[in-house]
Every structure is written in C-alpha cells, then in structure tokens.
C-alpha cells in the first residue's frame, strides 16, 4: 500500500545515514543491500532525484520516506516495498 501522510503524523528518526542510496532515479534500479541493511536495523538511506531529496528508513514493516524539495518537506510516504515507493514518490515529483 502507498500512502502519503501528513509531515506531523509520522516523523522522520534521528538515526546515521547509510553511504549508499536506496536508489536512484537515474537508473529507477533499487539497491537491495541498503534495503536490507534499513531492514536490519536503525538506519536512514537517501533517495536522490532531479528536483527533489528523499529520506528514507523502514520502520513498523514498511519503508518510509521524507521528501524534500526547495529546502521544505512535502510529505512523508509509506510503502512495503523500496520500488512500491521509488514509483509512488516518482509519479508526483518525477522520474529523472
């Protein structure tokens, strides 16, 4: 399920970001170590595209995003999957 929710309803954990992105607009592939390793412990990856920056961190048995874009949060997006999310956030703020 995608679900996008307010900023206030689900807020993003002060945790240490992986040097690796989760994926990557460039080639709409998902890295699947990062996406392990968010799912084994307490972790934050980014997801960078074009015109925005996502956040991103699993928690509760989904993935999680904060997009941001022009230095202001648009959203926090829930998905089960990295690619269920790449898609969800993608289809609002683009595929490049």
């Not at 799912?39 to 980014?46: H, V």
């Not at 925005?52 to 961190?57: E, L, Y």
Request: hydrophobic share 40%.
């Amino acid at each position: 399920m995608n679900s996008q929710l307010p900023s206030d309803t689900l807020s993003m954990p002060d945790w240490p970001v992986l040097d690796d992105s989760l994926m990557s607009n460039f080639d709409h592939e998902v890295d699947e170590d990062v996406a392990a390793k968010l799912q084994s412990g307490q972790f934050l990856a980014e997801y960078p595209g074009w015109n925005f920056h996502a956040t991103c961190w699993f928690a509760d048995g989904q993935f999680h995003a904060r997009v941001m874009q022009y230095c202001a949060v648009r959203g926090i997006y829930s998905s089960g999957t990295p690619k269920e999310l790449m898609d969800a956030i993608s289809s609002e703020f683009g595929y490049d």
